[in-house]
């Protein structure tokens, strides 16, 4: 059986949900819970030439630089945490420079065992690290007083390599 795969006892497997999944960010103590992760992306700019001597038509294609979009994270309001502080210190206008962390985003597998047997069971197998990755965004809730939705912040960060899982 592939890892991170459930047998459903018919020889077949079920894929991972992408409904469970933890976010951390190196130098940041505590966890904040997300309700949802977009954006996680690499793409290779191509840069078309063409020789003034060649015999054909059609230019030569080499890959140029690799850019990577913002990630954006939604979460319910909370009123304290260590990564809220962090965004604030990425957004504020009182900010030196910039702080900068690691971000690792991890799809967890529930099927293979207890809450806790899913967090430590095979660890980096299915998670994307942006690395010197900081919050260039920060959006908080809408407030209305008719509605009762939770509230929602939204947070964009910018990250400067995208390191992809085997």
Not at 50 to 63: C, E, H, Y
Not at 121 to 139: C, E, I
Request: glycine share 8%; hydrophobic share 40%; proline share 4%.
């Amino acid at each position: 059986m592939a890892t991170g795969a459930y047998d459903n006892g018919k020889g077949s497997a079920y894929p991972l949900t992408k409904m469970n999944f933890l976010v951390t960010v190196d130098q940041v103590s505590g966890v904040a819970a997300f309700s949802e992760v977009t954006g996680i992306e690499a793409t290779v700019d191509v840069i078309e030439f063409r020789q003034g001597n060649s015999g054909s038509l059609a230019p030569v294609k080499i890959p140029g630089l690799v850019k990577h979009g913002n990630v954006t994270l939604k979460m319910g309001y909370i009123v304290d945490s260590a990564f809220k502080t962090w965004c604030m210190e990425c957004v504020s206008e009182m900010r030196g420079q910039i702080p900068r962390s690691n971000v690792t985003i991890e799809l967890v597998d529930i099927n293979s065992g207890a809450p806790t047997a899913a967090l430590t069971a095979n660890v980096g197998a299915r998670q994307w690290t942006l690395t010197n990755a900081w919050v260039t965004k920060y959006q908080a809730p809408d407030l209305d007083a008719k509605n009762s939705d939770v509230a929602i912040e939204t947070v964009e960060i910018a990250y400067e390599e995208l390191v992809i899982p085997n």
